[in-house]
């Protein structure tokens, strides 16, 4: 039937151009903007998990940040540690050296001194981020000899939880000030022999002679010395796997966050080649819409030639 008051053609071709508008414009969208899903009208679910991964991809970074001022601590110390190698070493050589009978021991005394405020000057400076791992007061309120890294953030089904990684420094420190305490590698108190309360801190060779009992002494304080150069090489062997393992969770860290970057791409990017096709797709038949709908419209002209005469 024909009719002049509903012209069902033209409401057909209206509705299918109306579609394509919106589809056109869905499309176009995703083009400018590069997402599939870019709110949660587009797709709830995958939206409500690419903001949670994002979220997650976002404490990630900032625990990236946090193994990152670790490692810098960790290096800090290492280098003192390296330095303090030296240094005691150096100490441990003046000592054998003063074993010579005859040789002028204030002369090495005053030597071994300067090794020995150059070791307090590195621990007393191995400081970073306002942290000192060689140079502690045990007996302060806020003292903790284990220090933590934060090294992983997890999430399970109902809750989430942050790892670390913890360090040891109490057989790190190269002095205490705690007075209760047994001292640091550098002023602890070491009994060798008939020697007892050596500490290469403050250890002194000057009023030592040659006799059987001064030439023991001295024996007992390279020993002493020597004890200490081993708990120093261990301190900084320690501090080296902390290292090597911060350095392997940190790229563990970076490894993960591209994943999570590419499962959340996954979810919600856009793939350009399909959209651009649609687009192309989309045109034709917008254009073919058009030009229906305008042949719909012109059939009322068509009902008014048959009333010409």
């Not at 190269?174 to 007892?196: C, E, P």
């Amino acid at each position: 039937m024909t009719s002049l008051l509903t012209n069902a053609s033209a409401i057909t071709a209206l509705q299918n151009l109306n579609a394509t508008n919106k589809s056109m414009q869905t499309t176009q969208e995703r083009i400018s903007t590069g997402m599939r899903v870019a709110n949660a009208s587009d797709n709830a679910a995958y939206w409500s998990i690419a903001t949670t991964m994002r979220s997650d991809n976002s404490a990630l970074s900032t625990v990236k940040d946090a193994l990152g001022m670790g490692s810098a601590t960790v290096d800090v110390a290492s280098a003192a540690l390296k330095t303090t190698t030296d240094l005691v070493t150096q100490i441990k050589s003046k000592l054998v050296a003063a074993r010579q009978p005859g040789i002028d021991r204030t002369k090495v005394q005053a030597e071994i001194t300067q090794l020995q405020n150059q070791i307090r000057s590195v621990a007393d400076s191995s400081t970073f981020s306002g942290q000192n791992w060689l140079a502690v007061d045990s007996s302060g309120a806020d003292y903790n000899a284990t220090k933590n890294i934060v090294a992983s953030f997890t999430r399970s089904s109902s809750s989430v939880s942050i790892g670390t990684i913890d360090v040891d420094t109490s057989t790190m420190a190269l002095y205490d000030a705690n007075s209760g305490s047994t001292g640091g590698i550098i002023d602890k108190s070491r009994d060798v022999g008939a020697t007892t309360g050596i500490k290469v801190s403050t250890l002194d060779i000057s009023a030592l002679t040659d006799s059987t009992t001064d030439q023991t002494t001295l024996d007992n304080y390279i020993s002493a010395t020597d004890a200490a150069l081993t708990d120093v090489t261990t301190a900084a062997s320690d501090l080296g796997a902390v290292k090597t393992r911060i350095t392997m969770q940190s790229d563990f860290v970076s490894n993960l966050m591209d994943a999570v970057t590419k499962g959340i791409g996954q979810l919600v990017d856009a793939d350009m080649n399909t959209e651009s096709t649609r687009l192309q797709a989309l045109q034709v038949q917008q254009q073919l819409g058009v030009q229906s709908l305008s042949i719909a419209n012109q059939s009322s002209q068509q009902i008014l030639s048959l009333f010409k005469g």
